[in-house]
């Protein structure tokens, strides 16, 4: 598709990056399950190793079907580019692989997906990074969390376990006064619901797993480039802007403009740290995101009928979700999410910890387990579970205290979704 920009949301997650197979004419596009690709000849090969021609060399690198799904994230994030990868954990490392070096350091939320903590507190350690986590609504603090050698701030813009909005302009106030890069983890919220580039941000990473792919079947992850920072403007980000020694002097920033972090990510991140997604995953990320929209629509309709329900009900003793009146980030959740903000919210019940187990145990239809942003509803007591390496202090910050259950509503029919968190809320005698 030529001149994408013109065409609608709806439009772009059906037809963006993709075109007839060329040696076929297939509509759809063809999964490329193959690892490498025949050079014409000895002079073409030596031109895509040097990056002189884009083309395809070996499926660790690029992958024609990887290729469509690349080019369809960046055109609905309104980014230049974007990397595919192995998971979103996978883009997070991907994401501050080329901006970081030991004794440098990440500002990040207090409020984020429970592995992302886990990932930023410890393991990062191993390669000499750190993470500073501030509360992200401290503005003040997230400025004096910023020292020397931060190389970026890093947020969720709907958090992960729910009912956090982030106001990304304001962080991109500050990321913009200290010269580093704004990434923002854009899974809960898919660039239907937000696209931190147009409020900001310079990087938007995701688990594709989630919304994207939409039915639990692969994981994937994505980081989509705004291509609007410059990367020489001071001497913090060397393997931008710098002749690169893994890519025999190359300089990322001079020879590819606002393209140098997708070609940094293939040419280096994806040769050296190998975290590829492979091409039947990609098909199956395709194949979810044509749907994107209508599926956000329904999932944030049956958020709102099912927490407004929740909220209600005497058993229940807090619901965090920013789509009801009651929500701390109400208003800013209208001023910067007008299409809605979700389908994940948090419950807290009652009864504590014995109840959420009783209860997760009694539901139905919904399935308890470590996932979200599934066309089914799923459930899981994170305290027990993805929050339980962290200290209660961290599970406090982060949204997922022991009576807290996160709910991740699908596009079933909300009545029978109300009915079954009903009779499990009556067994869980809360
Ligand atoms: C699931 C998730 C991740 C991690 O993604 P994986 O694909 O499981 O590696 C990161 N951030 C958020 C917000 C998530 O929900």
């Known amino acids: 598709m030529t001149d994408a920009p013109q065409y609608g949301f709806d439009t772009l997650q059906i037809h963006a990056g993709a075109r007839p197979d060329p040696a076929t004419g297939a509509r759809q596009t063809p999964i490329y399950q193959t690892t490498a690709y025949v050079f014409r000849d000895a002079e073409h090969a030596a031109a895509l190793f040097n990056l002189q021609e884009v083309g395809y060399i070996y499926s660790r ?13 960046a055109t609905l994030e309104g980014g230049v580019g974007a990397v595919c990868c192995s998971s979103g954990h996978a883009a997070q490392i991907m ?85 580093i890069p704004l990434i923002i983890d854009n899974t809960s919220a898919t660039p239907y619901l937000c696209r931190p580039i147009d409020q900001g941000a310079t990087l938007v990473v995701h688990s594709m797993t989630k919304y994207l792919t939409g039915n639990g079947t692969v ?49 280096v991140g994806l040769r050296d740290l190998g975290m590829t997604l492979n091409p ?22 049956n958020a709102q009928k099912v927490a407004e329900w929740l909220e209600a009900d005497p058993r229940i003793d807090a ?28 419950v807290a019940l009652k009864g504590g910890y014995d109840a959420c187990i009783r209860f997760v145990d009694s539901l139905e239809l919904f399935s308890h387990v470590a996932n979200l942003g599934d066309t089914r509803s799923l459930v899981i007591h994170s305290a027990s ?46």
């Open 61 to 73: 690198l690029t992958n024609p079907t990887v290729a469509v799904l690349q080019e369809r994230m």
């Open 95 to 179: 994401a501050l692989f080329p901006l970081m070096a030991p004794g440098r350091n990440v500002v990040a939320s207090t409020r984020l997906y429970g592995g992302t903590l886990t990932q930023f507190s410890q393991t990062i350690k191993r390669f000499g990074w750190s993470a500073k986590f501030v509360d992200f609504d401290d503005l003040d603090a997230v400025r004096a969390a910023v020292d020397e050698d931060t190389r970026a701030i890093f947020g969720e813009s709907i958090a992960n376990p729910g009912g956090y909005v982030t106001d990304i302009p304001a962080l991109a106030e500050i990321t913009d006064a200290a010269g």
């Open 219 to 267: 994981t994937g992850g994505a980081i989509v480039d705004s291509g609007t920072f410059d990367w020489s403007a001071s001497d913090k980000f060397p393997s931008l802007s710098q002749p690169e020694p893994a890519y025999h002097g190359l300089k990322f920033h001079e020879t590819f403009g606002p393209l140098a972090f997708t070609f940094h990510g293939i040419a």
């Open 280 to 301: 039947q995953a990609a098909h199956y990320t395709l194949m979810g995101i044509e749907t994107l929209s209508l599926r956000m629509q329904r999932h944030c309709e």
């Open 319 to 346: 619901v965090t979700y920013a789509g009801l009146a009651s929500s701390p980030y109400h208003d800013r959740a209208e001023r910067l999410y007008p299409k809605g903000t979700g389908g994940l919210f948090t």
């Open 385 to 430: 579970t993805t929050h339980r390496q962290l200290t209660p202090e961290q599970q406090e910050a982060a949204g997922a205290g022991p009576s807290v259950v996160r709910i991740s509503i699908g596009t079933e029919d909300a009545d029978d979704l109300i009915r079954d968190l009903d009779q499990a809320l009556a067994k869980a005698g809360a």
